[in-house]
């Protein structure tokens, strides 16, 4: 299903370049590629640039501007405002922790797709209603994990996650052994004291550890 005939890229091809997605807190310009890099030296093909730091949208556009076949996105995109500014900087998807019904008709105008995030049932049939069947599960631990997924399996079948939260090496295989979970994002796979040691192997490692995980 395509939710509009305006996106260039389909949800659905951005879950398939999982299974992990990192969730991505860059505080400072400069370490945005070297982390991109570590990450995709790791086995890692898609990147969430949370609009978290201040220079968030800066980090996307150094990322979008000298990766170029990275496939990078904007998180934690709140209302249509920080939509357009996120792909004005070059994100290549737009992920969002929660619904408005603002975003979901605004982002049908865009090129650039929206993945909305649900934590209720009810959130999950406006999403529908709009036209979306790809959605973030978030936070994933705290309302239910893999159960409440798998519950919501038997009411919308044809509905697809991508949970993060509380999500980690030790319980992502129990995500995506669940037939509606195409991928899985955490913030693990960068840690904060890597990142200021600028110990970017230790972020490849780490990321070829879970990628390697996810695969077995
Ligand atoms: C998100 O926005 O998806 C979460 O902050 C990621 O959660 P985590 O830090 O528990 O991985």
Redesign the pocket.
């Known amino acids: 299903m395509s939710v509009t005939n305006t996106w260039q890229t389909q949800p659905q091809e951005v879950f398939a370049l999982g299974p992990i997605v990192p969730?991505l807190v860059i505080e400072h310009i400069e370490d945005a590629v070297p982390i991109a890099k570590a990450l995709i030296a790791g086995g890692i093909n898609v990147l969430?640039v949370?609009l978290r730091t201040e220079n968030a949208l800066d980090v996307i556009r150094e990322i979008a501007t000298h990766i170029p076949s990275a496939m990078v996105g904007a998180?934690?995109v709140t209302n249509i405002s920080l939509y357009h500014q996120a792909v004005d900087a070059g994100a290549k998807f737009v992920?969002s922790?929660g619904l408005t019904k603002d975003l979901l008709v605004a982002a049908k105008e865009s090129t650039v797709p929206l993945i909305p995030g649900i934590a209720t049932i009810s959130e999950l049939m406006t999403g529908i209603d709009a036209g979306y069947d790809h959605f973030?599960f978030?936070?994933a631990?705290a309302i239910g994990g893999t159960k409440a997924i798998k519950s919501i399996a038997g009411p919308f079948p044809d509905i697809t996650f991508c949970p993060?939260?509380?999500?980690?090496v030790d319980n992502m295989g129990n995500y995506l052994s669940l037939n509606n979970v195409a991928c899985i994002?955490?913030?693990?796979l960068v840690p904060s004291d890597a990142v200021a040691n600028k110990d970017w192997q230790r972020i490849t490692d780490i990321t070829k550890a879970a990628v390697a995980a996810a695969n077995s």
């Not at 993060?164 to 980690?168: F, L, S, V």
Request: no cysteine; aromatic share 10%.
């Open positions: 969730v969430e949370t998180g934690t992920i922790p973030k978030f936070p631990e993060t939260g509380g999500i980690n994002g955490g913030s693990w």
